[in-house]
């Protein structure tokens, strides 16, 4: 991984860690694979009727699965495939272009220490989180 990407998304790291951010990223397909599943030995078992008490059934269930469960984000982000990273990298590095660091400890310090690039850095990971993993955000309390 290239060091700049290696910096940045350890600054969203340390963010998002001192800010208790939490996610949850939804597993659309599992929740389908139950309802879709459900729907169709419905089927196979009460003929139309079975797939409508099938697909209901499998949809709360579906459901169920679907909504996900809270993780810390920096464990997220450290998850996430090279490809992710480069994106966030990309969407967090329009807050920093004027930027200049030597190392991750500098650019968190920088950062830190400056409470609009903070919040500017927040918001441009907050965004991708939701737009780019679909995630449902939550702050620890």
């Avoid at 499998?58 to 990273?85: C, D, N, T, W, Y």
Wanted: hydrophobic letters at 50%.
């Amino acid at each position: 991984m290239a060091p700049r990407i290696d910096d940045v998304m350890r600054l969203c790291c340390e963010i998002s860690a001192h800010d208790q951010i939490k996610v949850a990223v939804k597993s659309c397909a599992k929740g389908a694979m139950v309802t879709g599943g459900s729907a169709f030995v419905g089927g196979l078992l009460g003929g139309p009727f079975g797939i409508a008490v099938g697909g209901a059934v499998g949809g709360v269930l579906g459901s169920m699965l679907a909504s996900g469960q809270f993780k810390p984000l920096p464990e997220i982000l450290m998850e996430l495939p090279s490809h992710e990273q480069q994106k966030l990298y990309e969407v967090v590095n329009v807050v920093l272009v004027n930027l200049d660091w030597i190392d991750e400890a500098q650019l968190i310090a920088l950062v830190m220490a400056n409470a609009t690039l903070q919040q500017q850095v927040t918001a441009a990971l907050l965004n991708y989180v939701t737009n780019e993993l679909r995630a449902e955000v939550c702050y620890e309390d």
